[in-house]
Antibody, heavy 113, light 107 residues
Framework: EVQLVESGGGLVQPGRSMKLSCAASGFTFSNYGMAWVRQAPTKGLEWVATISYDGSSTYYRDSVKGRFTISRDNAKSTLYLQMNSLRSEDTATYYC??????WGQGTLVTVSS | DIQMTQSPSSLPASLGDRVTITCRASQDIGNYLRWFQQKPGKSPRLMIYGATNLAAGVPSRFSGSRSGSDYSLTINSLESEDMAIYYCLQHNEYPLTFGSGTKLEIK
């Protein structure tokens, strides 16, 4: 059974940093591109970042470029999202997804003073 | 950026109805279009990939189609478990973009 389990969310002050993790199991993690998608409270889905199967290519939405870094450790079957200089508008539930076929349960990030 | 214009935003329907949700792409995306279902408090679920292909485990009353730049999700014979928000996603070009969502609710 495919499982994606996010962790690392919580309350953080504006301007601070936070790192999300997504532990994958049930499939060959190193074969798949991965992505982070977020959803602000009561809002729609928003793509955040994508990383290729081997980590050689990464893509970001403009609003997070230069602040967020997506990475992966294929030996640990884990996806990461390092978020720096957080803003109130980054408040959302963050989902990891294996190329949009399987999704984690999400982790809530709240940016507030 | 490619805009995905999704309609309607809200769709009241009765059990047993046939309903259609549409996304219009502002540029060519080929068949790089997916549909997702999201229920309250839950993660999105893949329903359709490649514009017309049913994802594993999805009931056959769901179908996807394409006409030019218009992509549609059709549900035949609505069941109560289908009440949810549906989103389209284009993954032909970065930045990837979702439609704004369609809330399917009981009339």
């Amino acid at each position: 059974e495919v499982q994606l389990v996010e962790s690392g969310g919580g309350l953080v002050q504006p301007g601070r940093s936070m790192k999300l993790s997504c532990a994958a199991s049930g499939f060959t993690f190193s074969n798949y591109g991965m992505a982070w998608v977020r959803q602000a409270p009561t809002k729609g889905l928003e793509w955040v970042a994508t990383i290729s199967y081997d980590g050689s290519s990464t893509y970001y939405r403009d609003s997070v470029k230069g602040r967020f870094t997506i990475s992966r450790d294929n030996a640990k079957s884990t996806l990461y999202l390092q978020m720096n200089s957080l803003r109130s508008e980054d408040t959302a539930t963050y989902y990891c997804t294996s190329w949009f076929a399987y999704w984690g349960q999400g982790t809530l990030v709240t940016v507030s003073s | 950026d490619i805009q995905m214009t999704q309609s309607p935003s809200s769709l009241p329907a009765s059990l047993g109805d046939r309903v259609t949700i549409t996304c219009r792409a502002s540029q060519d995306i080929g068949n790089y279009l997916r549909w997702f279902q999201q229920k309250p408090g839950k993660s999105p679920r893949l329903m359709i990939y490649g514009a017309t292909n049913l994802a594993a485990g999805v009931p056959s009353r769901f179908s996807g189609s394409r006409s030019g730049s218009d992509y549609s999700l059709t549900i035949n014979s609505l069941e109560s478990e289908d009440m949810a928000i549906y989103y389209c996603l284009q993954h032909n070009e970065y930045p990837l973009t979702f439609g704004s969502g369609t809330k399917l609710e009981i009339k």
